[in-house]
Nanobody, 127 residues
Framework: QVQLVESGGGSVQAGGSLRLSCAAS????????MGWFRQAPGKQREGVAA????????YYADSVKGRFTVSQDNAKNTLFLQMTSLKPEDTAMYYC????????????????????WGQGTQVTVSS
């Protein structure tokens, strides 16, 4: 059973930065899409960024392109989300998620059908 534990959330002012981490354990394969999602109060959960554990190929939601960067340390089974130029509308609970999938070298992960989820870490951006 894959387990995911997020950390790094907090409160920052607009324009600030935060780095989220997601520690993964229990992998039964080396081939997973790993994603970051967020959910603000009263809104639907949305995908933020994703990448594959083997082929990489980061994928971003339009709302965070150029501001957020997803990366991974495979040796430590850890996924990161570097968030810069934060805006109040980035305020949400951020979740790490994973799904087992095999991709070609030119393919990218999407935001659909993730099977494993962490408990979330809160990010609050004040104006």
């Amino acid at each position: 059973q894959v387990q995911l534990v997020e950390s790094g959330g907090g409160s920052v002012q607009a324009g600030g930065s935060l780095r989220l981490s997601c520690a993964a354990s229990g992998y039964t394969s080396s081939s997973y899409c790993m994603g970051w999602f967020r959910q603000a109060p009263g809104k639907q959960r949305e995908g933020v960024a994703a990448m594959h554990t083997i082929v990489g190929n980061p994928y971003y939601a339009d709302s965070v392109k150029g501001r957020f960067t997803v990366s991974q340390d495979n040796a430590k089974n850890t996924l990161f989300l570097q968030m810069t130029s934060l805006k109040p509308e980035d305020t949400a609970m951020y979740y790490c998620a994973a799904k087992r999938v095999y991709l070609g070298v030119y393919d990218r992960c999407d935001f659909r059908d993730y099977a494993y989820w962490g408990q979330g870490t809160q990010v609050t951006v004040s104006s």
